[in-house]
């Protein structure tokens, strides 16, 4: 089989697991409430990014985000508080963001010192924590907008998959920030954005920011005339 049906194969992959995913869960679901439902679909669509965006700029920022929210979730479950885990992991996407080779490479130094700041500030008040989470958020986005920019400016060309990228970014802002100002509107809105979120990661699934026909051409400015 040549090579370019293999990719073929390989990109259908994802769009089969949703499918699968659709397909066989509408009994399970139907004993959970609607916000169960959307975490849930959230989680198993963010596992699938990570597929597509293999050996991209953005692998490993799309693996961090398919762990947190299992690992999260799994904090929950053991009746630990899960927001300092949040703020320790945008403090990785930010230093991944950064400098990706030298993060990996040093990851056994890094880890222990998130573990660290974890337990540090473990137990601080909500709205502190979700404060923390909207700065580091803002940082992964700066990042994000620098990458987007640089880009732009090499190619002379604006990629849809940074748009969509910057837009997940500020959703997830907004999320954090609202739910400081508004416990119950957070709430509210928490379940909004993550359903949101949930079709944007759907678009992860199958564009990466390698994708170039994704993209919007920059029209160059008309020359004076001399």
């Known amino acids: 089989m040549e090579a370019s049906a293999w990719s073929k194969m390989f990109n259908l992959c994802p769009l089969l697991l949703v ?29 699938l990014p990570p597929l597509k965006q293999f050996r991209g700029k953005f692998f490993y920022y799309f693996l961090i985000q398919a762990i947190s929210d299992p690992v999260a979730w799994a904090l929950v479950e053991l009746h630990y508080y899960n927001l300092p885990f949040y703020v320790a992991k945008d403090l990785f996407l930010i230093l991944c963001l950064w400098n990706q080779k030298e993060t990996i490479r040093k990851v056994y130094v ?23 989470i909207s700065v580091a958020q803002i ?5 994000i907008f620098k990458m987007a920019t640089d880009d732009m400016l090499e190619l002379k060309r604006v990629k849809i998959f940074y748009i969509v ?62």
């Open 110 to 132: 890094i880890i222990p010192v998130l573990l660290l700041i974890h337990y540090l500030i473990y137990g601080i008040d909500f709205k502190i924590l979700a404060l923390l």
């Open 165 to 226: 990228i910057i837009l997940y970014e500020l959703s997830v802002i907004l999320k954090f920030i609202i739910s400081i100002t508004s416990i119950n509107l957070g709430m509210v809105y928490f379940y909004v954005t993550t359903a949101f979120e949930i079709l944007l990661g759907i678009f992860f699934i199958f564009v990466s920011e390698r994708n170039e026909r994704f993209s919007i051409a920059i029209p160059e400015r008309n020359k004076a005339a001399a």
């Open 139 to 143: 940082g992964v986005l700066y990042f």
């Open 19 to 47: 499918l699968f995913f659709l397909a066989f869960s509408s009994n399970f679901f139907q004993a959970m409430k609607l916000s169960q439902i959307i975490f849930y679909i959230s989680i198993t669509i963010w596992l």
